[in-house]
C-alpha cells in the first residue's frame, strides 16, 4: 500500500486492486493492463498471450520486464511477511493509516509465540 501511494494510486484504486473483474471507470488502460498481469502473477496463473499482448499496447518489452520484477519482487516480499505475519514499523503503519484496504491472511496454525 506504501508503495501504491508513493506512485500515486488512489484509495479507489488501491480498494479495487484485487477484484476480479476490476471494476470499470477506475483504473486507466495502461493500469487495468498492470493491474490484471500483477494479479495473474500473484495467482501463479499462466500468462495468457491475450494478456501480454495487452502490456504491449501501452509498454515496450523493456518496461514489460520492469513491471514483471517488480511484481516478482513484491509478491516475494508478501509471501515471507504473510508467511510470519511479521510487524509493520511505526513508519509504515503511519503511512498505511488506520485501515489498508488489502485485507491481511489470516495467522498460520501452530504460529510459533515471539517468546517462545
Known amino acids: 500500500?506504501?508503495?501504491?501511494?508513493?506512485?500515486?494510486?488512489?484509495?479507489?484504486?488501491?480498494?479495487a486492486i484485487g477484484l476480479d473483474?476490476?471494476?470499470?471507470?477506475v483504473y486507466a488502460a495502461d493500469e487495468r493492463a498492470i493491474?490484471?498481469?500483477?494479479?495473474a502473477?500473484?495467482?501463479?496463473?499462466?500468462?495468457?498471450?491475450?494478456?501480454?499482448?495487452?502490456l504491449l499496447e501501452h509498454f515496450t518489452e523493456r518496461q514489460i520486464i520492469e513491471i514483471c520484477f517488480t511484481v516478482g519482487m513484491s509478491n516475494m516480499?508478501?509471501?515471507?511477511?504473510?508467511?510470519?505475519h511479521t510487524d509493520v514499523d511505526?513508519?509504515?503503519?503511519s503511512a498505511l493509516g488506520a485501515v489498508c484496504p488489502v485485507r491481511l491472511?489470516?495467522?498460520?496454525?501452530?504460529?510459533m509465540d515471539d517468546n517462545a
Open 1 to 15: 500500500m506504501v508503495a501504491g501511494r508513493a506512485t500515486g494510486l488512489t484509495e479507489q484504486k488501491l480498494a
Open 21 to 25: 473483474p476490476l471494476p470499470d471507470g
Open 35 to 39: 493491474v490484471r498481469y500483477a494479479q
Open 41 to 54: 502473477s500473484t495467482r501463479m496463473e499462466p500468462i495468457t498471450d491475450a494478456l501480454y499482448a495487452d
Open 77 to 84: 516480499i508478501n509471501r515471507f511477511h504473510a508467511t510470519f
Open 90 to 93: 511505526d513508519d509504515t503503519a
Open 105 to 111: 491472511p489470516q495467522p498460520p496454525a501452530g504460529r
